[in-house]
């Protein structure tokens, strides 16, 4: 977190953007559990949620809560990808890429595709 901090200060927004994503993607999934496709999902999803906001100095609260709205949308997107006859594999990768959660509304936020 220290990192982003500092990128953040120096007005780096690429380190910045990056050292956020890597700090709280390390604080909130389990290190047993290696998911590219969840990386991918929650990297973009994450950066999205950085790059909509006036600056990059995010609380631990915040992005505890942005982390746990990304796992939960993930996981129902799962849910009803593996329930679908009509989504393989190939699909589920390029569905997962197209989806974008709007965070405009943490009260409800709204996925767009």
Same mark, same amino acid.
Request: a negative charge; aromatic letters at 20%; hydrophobic letters at 50%.
């Given at each position: 977190m220290r990192k982003a901090r500092q990128a953040a200060a120096c007005g780096d927004r690429a380190q910045c953007l990056k050292a956020f994503t890597d &700090? +709280? @993607?390390l604080r909130c999934t $389990? &290190? $047993?559990? !290696? $998911? !590219?496709?969840? #990386?991918s999902f929650f990297r973009y999803q +994450?950066?999205?949620y950085l790059l909509g906001r006036a600056d990059f100095l995010l609380p631990l609260d915040e992005g505890d809560e942005i982390c746990a709205l990304i796992r939960e949308t993930y996981e129902k997107m799962r849910i #009803?990808? $593996?329930?679908?006859p009509f989504i393989v594999d190939e699909g589920e @990768?390029?569905?997962l890429k197209s989806v974008e959660i709007d965070f405009s509304s943490l009260k409800s936020p709204t996925l767009t595709a």
């Open positions: &700090a +709280f @993607w $389990d &290190a $047993d559990i !290696i $998911d !590219i496709e969840y #990386s +994450f950066q999205v #009803s990808m $593996d329930e679908s @990768w390029n569905l």
